[in-house]
């Protein structure tokens, strides 16, 4: 565990590099460290830079199983022009059984909206946890998504243990366009998150505290 200095001094020197310095920082603790993505806006960004600081390191991909057809094809174009080391992980239930038990996907103001997103994101990203017991977490999140993330440093502890590091904390959307142009990388554009729903609306998966 990370004291409060350590977490403020660390976060002081991070917010001077570039994120490719902060990815082979994290790469250069030697720690165990995994990338996530969803294969959505931007993720090549994210993929692309981190596969060039270490080419094998570990992506997870939780596939809930209502990407769009587009995205498939994304993520499928990705995993292979990046040869990237990647797991997927998916929901104990199939969509086809849980819309029938819930009726399609449930409504954001839904009861069972909470359970939905616990079963097909949140639950599968715990097995995540628990099978690979990550020290590093390298995120693509950015401030300028939700109120939330405005609140987070580059560097922030789980309770677990796991420390996450979010290189493009600081970036806006014309950065991460610009990033996709210079290297010529694709971009998704029919790309829906059913859990999360609203593009500035938390799905869980960066507020909920996993178990190792």
Do not use: Y
């Given at each position: 565990m990370l004291s409060d200095n350590q977490k403020i001094q660390i976060n002081l020197e991070l917010a001077e590099k570039s994120p490719i310095k902060i990815v082979q920082w994290v790469v250069e603790q030697n720690k165990k460290t995994i990338v996530t993505t969803s294969f959505g806006p931007y993720s090549a960004v994210m993929l692309h830079l981190a596969t060039n600081v270490k080419a094998d390191i570990p992506v997870f991909w939780v596939d809930s199983g209502y990407n769009t057809r587009e995205t498939y094809i994304y993520a499928e174009k990705l995993i292979?022009?990046?040869?990237?080391?990647?797991?997927?992980?998916?929901?104990?239930?199939?969509?086809?059984?849980?819309?029938?038990?819930?009726?399609?996907?449930?409504?954001?103001?839904?009861?069972?909206?909470?359970?939905?997103?616990?079963?097909?994101?949140?639950?599968?990203?715990?097995?995540?946890?628990?099978?690979?017991?990550?020290?590093?977490?390298l995120t693509a999140i950015r401030k300028n998504e939700t109120e939330f993330r405005k609140s987070l440093g580059i560097l922030s502890e789980e309770p677990n243990g796991i420390v996450k590091v979010a290189p493009f904390l600081n970036w806006t959307e014309i950065d991460m366009g610009g990033y996709l142009y210079e290297h010529d990388l694709p971009q998704v554009h029919k790309y829906h998150d059913p859990t999360k729903v609203e593009k500035d609306r938390e799905c869980g998966l960066h507020t909920t505290n996993y178990e190792i």
């Open positions: 292979s022009d990046l040869s990237l080391n990647i797991q997927v992980f998916v929901p104990e239930m199939t969509a086809a059984r849980r819309s029938a038990l819930m009726n399609g996907i449930p409504n954001v103001d839904s009861d069972l909206h909470a359970e939905f997103t616990r079963q097909v994101k949140l639950e599968p990203f715990q097995h995540i946890i628990k099978s690979v017991q990550p020290d590093f977490w």
